[in-house]
């Protein structure tokens, strides 16, 4: 079992940056698949990124590829998700994710089997 404490939220001008991180705690971290997802008000949660267990792929929604990065490392049990160039649009809840190794159905919630409580990111215009 995984426990993820998400950190780094806030308000940020749009334009700016803001580094979100996930601190895992519990066994064998570096076994899961890691990803993001975020959740605005009124709207279902969508994914954001992922990131192999290894560290050696990774995978983004369309809407932030180019301006979001993700990283991991697995000797502190953190994932990080670097975010760039932000737009008010990307103002949600972000969750981070843990997923055990199988498949590669990276976007889906349901994948995934463990979650943080979520961190406030809030891009003003």
């Known amino acids: 079992q995984v426990q993820l404490v998400e950190s780094g939220g806030g308000l940020v001008q749009a334009g700016g940056s803001l580094r979100l991180s996930c601190a895992a705690s519990?066994?064998?971290?570096?076994?899961?698949?890691m990803g993001w997802f975020r959740q605005a008000p009124g709207k279902e949660r969508e994914f954001v990124g992922a990131?192999?267990?290894?560290?050696?792929?990774?995978y983004y929604a369309d809407s932030v590829k180019g301006r979001f990065t993700i990283s991991r490392d697995n000797t502190k049990n953190t994932v990080s998700l670097q975010m760039n160039s932000l737009k008010p649009e990307d103002t949600a809840v972000y969750y981070c994710a843990a997923k055990y190794p199988y498949g590669s159905n990276w976007p889906v919630v349901d994948a995934y089997d463990y979650w943080g409580q979520g961190t406030q990111v809030t891009v003003s215009s």
């Open positions: 990131i192999r267990w290894s560290g050696g792929n990774t």
């Open positions: 519990g066994r064998r971290f570096s076994s899961y698949h």
